[in-house]
């Protein structure tokens, strides 16, 4: 029977023994919690009131810090009198690309504003100021500086928002922003590949003209820190901030910012991609020239081939262009060597056609029959044949009694032509002299004139556009 009687006992009386138990634990927290406050807090009187009989909670807010709480944060600093100066400085971190297709460009930058808003000043002796996070920001009030022009921005959010909000005892704050804006600048072409772009990041406050709002550079000309910044394609030939002012009509002037710099190209890989390869199919164009005129497939495929080639070359440039609608630099070049080689096609048709007309004279003026035959051998296939050589400059192959010359055979014509072969390597520079002579007069001027015209040309572009 007792032990049964202690059994209930300790059933009931466990659970109100754990009650207890775990009820002191708790008190002694509250006891302790003012002390440690009590300690820590002691430059700060009306903080220590308060927390001496509150019983919720126990740490330090920054709401109280700050008297968050007490103040209307919707209303700027000063609201009502005169404007707020807000310094702006800016560190560039990177411009990530730069797009010509629409024209504008990408760039992080480290935005910093300073301003005071005595509203958030905090009794301290040591003058030290209190950093805080993104969290903060959103309770008070901040400048709301936008981009103008801008396609689109956002401020950097791993691992957490990247801002940064420092406050001075004396109500100063420093407020800093790392964001990715991609904004717009208007760049000419006219001299592509040889331009310079003047573009510009331009700051300004949303909601308040320059009654409200002072807009300055923090440090004037210094306001603008730059790291080591490598552009594949530009040079960064200047980078300087300056300011102006704006006006919309329905609400009146504001202060703006201007983050400028100018871009200078890098010719190199347009040489190496564009100018040099043309350069290249026009003096592949004036072998032309040089090839017997009788030599029709040999000449016409060259012309086609060069002229098909430039096609390529221009079509690639200009897919990765805009497509503006005046005159580019690089389109001068390309065009103008796309002439020259389409000049060089319709020289040969000319010299052809020439060579065709007097042949056909000197076999009339000859009284020579016409055949299907000869003509055929003569130009119209407009092959070349070592036995017309052989008519016209040795005539070494003997008549028939007619004055035909032999039906063409194939048996007929290999040994005098064999011959005629060797003869020709064994003095080269005959037949060069033979080549000039027997050559159209159209060629032998297009020989001197069209690298002279092209030589002229390139001096006259480079000169103009470097
Ligand atoms: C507190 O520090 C700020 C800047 O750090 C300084 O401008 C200010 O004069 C200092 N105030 C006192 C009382 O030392
Ligand atoms: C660049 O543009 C700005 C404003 O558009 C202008 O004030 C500045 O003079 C220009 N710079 C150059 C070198 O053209
Ligand atoms: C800043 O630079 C501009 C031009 O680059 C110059 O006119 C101006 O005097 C400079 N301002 C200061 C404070 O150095």
Redesign the pocket.
Known sequence: MPLAFKLFLLTWLWPIALLNGSNFPDSKKQTEVPLNNHRKQGSRPEFRMKKSDSTKSTLIKSEQLLRIEEHDFAMRPGFGSSAIPVGIDVQVESIDSISEVNMDFTMTLYLRHYWKDERLSFPSTSNKSRTFDGRLVKKIWVPDVFFVHSKRSFIHDTTMENIMLRVYPDGNILYSVRITVTALCSMDFSRFPLDKQ?C?LELESYAYNEKDLMLYWKNGNDSLGTEEILLSQFFIEQFNPFNGLAFYSSTGWYNRL?I?F?LRRHIFFFMLQTYFPTMLMVMLSWVSFWIDRRAVPARVSLGITTVLTMTTIITGVSASMPQVSYVKAVDIYLWTSFLFVFLSVIEYAAVNYLTTIEEMKKLKSKKIPVTYDTTQAMAFDGCFHDNDIDLTAFSSIPMNPEGRPPPRRNTAVNLPSEGHRLRRTRSLKRSVEYIINNSHIIDSYSRILFPFAYVLFNIIYWSLYS
């Open positions: 003047n510009s201007y400028n100018i």
